[in-house]
């Protein structure tokens, strides 16, 4: 079965800081990887996605995430953070059967 | 806008009684997946549809059932309810074939409130 695990449920950072928000997953074959954002009393919102193609990919609002094999990771960063990264962060992975397991949340706060 | 539209936006209910959530997907979009989400539980996989079809079965309890229909919404019902089944429901959809992109595109979500 695959799963994913986000270390850190709740995470804080200065303005300005760099943000790094943990995923590892663990999966039997290569997998499809997902970053989605939720912001209070919204739904979620893709970021980013790994689909096998270049192993760092950009996502939106300067985001962007490495897909490392050997570490079975896939970490989330952002240089530079903003007031507005405050939120939910999710890390999702999807099989081949099509069926997504979401990790439990990091919550980012941004200290201003 | 998602185009994973919910409704309704907000309810209300006592314990013991039945509500109906609904969900209509993307234009095109076949499967339709979903998701309770609750402070202490997270966001927990319920069911996912396909085509009207049943395609796999998460974390849903036997109080609960969900449906496709052939115009492809889907409604979650919720029976007997409890206080603990207050939650965020969130429905999602995913683009089939070729055209499948991989991301699941979220709804706004329907809170229930349990009193």
């Known amino acids: 079965a695959q799963s994913v695990t986000q270390l850190g449920s709740h995470v804080s950072v200065s303005e300005g800081a760099l943000v790094l928000l943990r995923c590892n997953y663990s999966s039997s074959v290569p997998p499809y990887l997902f970053w989605y954002v939720q912001y209070p009393n919204q739904g979620l919102q893709l970021l980013l996605k790994y689909t096998s193609a270049a192993t760092l990919v950009k996502g939106i609002n300067g985001f962007e995430a490495e897909f490392k094999k050997s570490e079975t990771s896939f970490h989330l960063t952002k240089p530079s953070a903003h007031m507005s990264d405050a939120a939910e962060y999710f890390c999702?992975?999807?099989?081949?059967?099509?069926?997504?397991?979401f990790g439990t949340g990091t919550s980012l706060t941004v200290i201003p | 806008d998602s185009g994973v539209t919910q409704t309704p936006k907000h309810l209300i209910t006592a314990t013991g009684q039945r509500v109906t959530l609904r969900c209509s997907p993307r234009?095109?979009?076949?499967?339709v997946y979903w998701y309770q989400q609750s402070l202490d539980q997270g966001l927990q996989f319920l069911i996912q549809y396909y085509n009207g079809e049943e395609r796999a079965k998460g974390n849903i309890l036997e109080r609960f059932s969900a449906q496709q229909f052939p115009d492809l919404h889907s409604e979650l019902n919720l029976s007997s309810l409890e206080l603990g089944d207050s939650a965020l429901y969130f429905c999602a959809s995913s683009a089939r074939g070729v055209a499948n992109t991989g991301e699941l595109f979220f709804g706004e979500g329907s809170r229930l409130t349990v009193l």
């Open positions: 234009s095109g979009d076949l499967s």
């Open positions: 999702a992975v999807r099989n081949t059967g099509n069926q997504f397991y």
